[in-house]
Structures are given as structure tokens and as C-alpha cells.
């Protein structure tokens, strides 16, 4: 997952935050000193967060919708460096990564369940195809022992896809 830092400001001492920020969050963190460079970082890479000083998105609204449609998967945090520590910074970042982190989780557990249901669905019908075929009378003496081994493994598969579903409905219990 991508946890690299993009901060938009044109600030003084920002390099001072960016590396207090590397430190305590233990990510990149790239700068931005203006409204052009901030868009063309979005445009070259990834970011886990992008931090963007207020009065650049107050004095350009546009610019500012602009950014936020650029920023990807990325969560955009939109902060007063004036009055914001670096300590502060470092704890909105590591939170803002952390709700990152936990709503791709739920992302690649909820497609990963969507998968899984679509396999046993085409994995049911293959076996119930293969069955069928099996009762056919005039399945030939060559072709049966392919098909019972289509539903054999059919079988194998729908087993472990049990077992799997059984071993994770223990594990939350």
C-alpha cells in the first residue's frame, strides 16, 4: 500500500516538517511549494495522504477541486501550518493512514468474498453439468472416465472452498 506523503504549501521551514513527519509516520513525504508543482506530483505518483494548506484552497477554490479530484485513493487533508504543530500533523497523518489502511481492508475483504462466491457458483454448475453428463446414455466408453474426473475434482474444489469458508467462521467466532 502506498503510505508516501504529498504536502502543498509554500511555506518556509516545510523541510523541517516533512522530516519530522518522515520520522514519527515512518513514511515519504514529498513537497509541493506551489499549485502547479502540487498537480503535477499528483499526476506523476501515488500518495497514502495529501496534506494541502488551507489558504491555497480558500484564495483558488478551483485549483482546489482540482487537486481533490486528483488525489486518487489518497486522503486529502486540508490544514492551517500557521497554527498546526508538526506533533499534530504527524498524529492527523498516522490517522489519516491508518482509516486508509482499514477501508482498503474492508475493500479487499468484500471482493475477495465476491470472488469466492462467484467461483462456488461456476464451480456448482460445472459439477452439476459434469453429473448430468455422467447419467447421459449415450456417453461414450472413452468420455466417461474424463467426466468422472471433471466431477472428482469439481468435488475437491467445492470441499476446500468449504473447509476454507468453515476455518474463517471459526476464526471470528
Same mark, same amino acid.
Request: contains cysteine; charged residues 30%.
Given at each position: 500500500?502506498? +503510505? ?8 518556509? #521551514? $516545510? =523541510?523541517?516538517?516533512? &522530516?519530522?513527519?518522515?520520522?514519527? /509516520?515512518?513514511? +515519504? ?8 508543482e #502540487? $498537480? =503535477?506530483?499528483?499526476? &506523476?505518483?501515488?500518495?497514502?495522504? /495529501?496534506?494541502?494548506?488551507e ?7 478551483a ?11 489518497? /486522503? ?9 504543530g ?5 498524529r ?9 489502511d482499514?477501508e ?6 468484500a471482493?475477495?468474498?465476491e ?18 453428463a455422467?447419467?447421459d446414455?449415450g ?35
Amino acid at each position: 500500500m502506498v +503510505r508516501d506523503v504529498l504536502l502543498i504549501a509554500g511555506l518556509d #521551514g $516545510l =523541510e523541517n516538517c516533512a &522530516r519530522v513527519l518522515e520520522q514519527q /509516520v515512518g513514511a +515519504r513525504v514529498e513537497i509541493a511549494q506551489s499549485r502547479r508543482e #502540487g $498537480l =503535477e506530483a499528483l499526476r &506523476r505518483r501515488d500518495y497514502g495522504v /495529501v496534506v494541502v494548506e488551507e489558504s491555497l484552497t480558500e484564495s483558488d477554490p478551483a485549483w482546489a477541486d482540482l487537486v481533490w479530484d486528483h488525489t486518487g485513493f489518497a /486522503v486529502p487533508l486540508r490544514v492551517n501550518f500557521a497554527i498546526l504543530g508538526a506533533a499534530r500533523l504527524a498524529r492527523e497523518v498516522k490517522a489519516a493512514l491508518a482509516r486508509r489502511d482499514g477501508e482498503q481492508s474492508v475493500a479487499r475483504k468484500a471482493v475477495a468474498s465476491e470472488i469466492e462466491d462467484e467461483l462456488k457458483s461456476s464451480l456448482t454448475g460445472l459439477l452439476l453439468q459434469s453429473e448430468l453428463a455422467l447419467r447421459d446414455p449415450g456417453v461414450t466408453p472413452a468420455l466417461e472416465p474424463k467426466l468422472r474426473h471433471m466431477v472428482e475434482l469439481s468435488g475437491q474444489i467445492r470441499e476446500r472452498l468449504r473447509q476454507k469458508a468453515t476455518g474463517a467462521a471459526m476464526g471470528r467466532e
